[in-house]
């Protein structure tokens, strides 16, 4: 099933030539902008000058902070008149930023949405249950408009109010979810307590997205459900949901590439990564008009899936699950440790409940990392000596992939506080003990 089957299956060919008229176009109305007028005249470089994908790398990168420094309209392409939405960023890290759209630009996005949802499975006949937050954040209208426009029976709950969620799964025959994954291991642990089989509900299909999970996480949450996980990737400078999205095959994301320019590069030199190899996402705005963006420095490692194409018949090229973000490595005694692994492990142990914290410390000059894991239901009123057993256990496949070793503290199952929208799993008390 396809939303746009033309647009979908375009030859790569047709594709790159739609890319190279488009990208001209888009740093046209990009030099427009009080932001990108001085950016060009700084580089030296006359807009013109781009003629086509093969000029992309003259242009220089745009970064979280040039958004920042650009508060609240130097980015600004199109008269306000024009402009009828903003969002902003949930700020995971620092101060927001903000995102415009006119008309066009929020029909575009809905129709990547309605696309992305398509090509998951999702159609007419489903109940989708919206369970993202409503507002600023991207996460809830966003699908919500692509849903609307496949026509599922959309229904707007927002995160939060976790019974009534449940209730509204069961009373309304909800087929399809959208929520971050920390939230949904934490229904997932709500709706057992409630007695109810989380399989016997009529979920389907689930998005996840707007953090990084592990695929063991993706499993876990299949198998508790009885569903089909879709991975599901954006952010608001890039419009937020529907820049990416796993098809029914689930072989990797399809990155709309009518839409978005992407390259991956080398963090450290800005360079092209070797192909198929991680490095940072960049991504470049082909049809906004309020606000296009030009090689955003997007901060998500990934890598583009190298070989055969999807068999879906979808040309648009796949990335792989977000691995974490620049910004979000932890230095720890001087190793490099990404949440993502310690959440790789945690969640290939079937000892190990839904949720955990990374706290770290610094004892004298030494980093402490200590991680806090809820155990599987009834286990943690086992024997004693049976916890630590388990304690040894986790604490052991940590060393093996982290080359440190954390101390790993256990913890009734729901004492950790919940995620209703991204988690956050690092408590990093190094600075304050350092002043
Ligand atoms: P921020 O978190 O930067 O304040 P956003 O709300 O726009 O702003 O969130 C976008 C970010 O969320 C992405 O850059 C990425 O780090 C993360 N994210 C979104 N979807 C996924 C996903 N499917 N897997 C992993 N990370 C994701
Ligand atoms: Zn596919």
Request: charge should be negative.
């Amino acid at each position: 099933m396809f939303w746009d089957e033309g647009v979908e299956t375009i030859s790569r060919r047709e594709l790159e030539k739609l890319q190279g008229e488009r990208l001209r176009e888009s740093v046209a109305r990009a030099a427009q902008s009080p932001f990108y007028k001085k950016r060009f005249a700084e580089a030296g470089l006359a807009p013109e000058r781009i003629k086509g994908l093969a000029d992309l790398s003259r242009i220089p990168f745009t970064t979280k902070d040039d958004l920042r420094i650009s508060y609240p309209y130097g980015m600004l392409a199109v008269p306000l008149r024009e402009v009828v939405r903003m969002h902003a960023s949930s700020g995971t890290t620092g101060t927001p930023t903000v995102i415009y759209h006119t008309a066009a630009d929020i029909d575009g996005w809905a129709g990547l949405c309605a696309r992305s949802i398509v090509a998951a499975g999702v159609g007419p006949d489903d109940v989708f249950q919206n369970m993202m937050s409503y507002g600023l954040f991207t996460g809830g209208l966003g699908l919500h408009y692509g849903a609307e426009k496949v026509g599922c029976l959309t229904i707007p709950a927002g995160p939060g109010n976790t019974a009534r969620q449940i209730k509204f799964m069961q009373d309304f025959g909800t087929t399809a979810v959208h929520m971050t994954p920390s939230y949904a291991l934490h229904v997932a642990d709500c709706v057992r307590e409630a007695g109810i089989d989380p399989a016997g509900l009529t979920l389907r299909v689930a998005f996840f997205g707007a953090e990084p999970y592990s695929a063991g996480t993706a499993r876990k949450l299949e198998a508790m459900f009885g569903l089909t996980a879709i991975n599901s990737y954006g952010l608001s400078e890039m419009n937020g949901p529907g820049v990416a999205f796993e098809c029914s095959e689930r072989t990797g994301m399809h990155l709309w590439e009518d839409h978005y320019i992407m390259e991956v590069v080398d963090p450290r030199t800005g360079g092209p990564a070797a192909e198929g190899e991680v490095g940072e996402l960049v991504l470049t705005t082909l049809q906004r008009t309020a606000m296009p963006v030009l090689r955003y420095r997007t901060r998500d490692l990934t890598r583009v899936i190298p070989g055969e194409p999807c068999p879906c018949g979808r040309t648009h090229r796949r990335i792989d699950r977000i691995m974490g973000r620049t910004d979000d490595m932890l230095i720890i005694r001087g190793v490099n440790v990404f949440p993502s692994q310690v959440e790789h492990v945690l969640m290939g142990l079937p000892e190990v409940g839904n949720n955990y914290q990374i706290v770290l410390d610094r004892v004298g000059h030494l980093d402490r990392m200590t991680i806090r894991v809820e155990l599987y239901g009834k286990l943690f009123h086992g024997e004693l000596r049976e916890l630590r057993d388990i304690q040894r256990k986790i604490e052991e496949a940590l060393r093996a992939q982290l080359v440190l070793t954390p101390k790993v503290e256990l913890v009734e199952p729901g004492t950790l506080p919940a995620s209703m929208g991204k988690a956050v799993r690092v408590i990093d008390n190094r600075q304050a003990e350092d002043e």
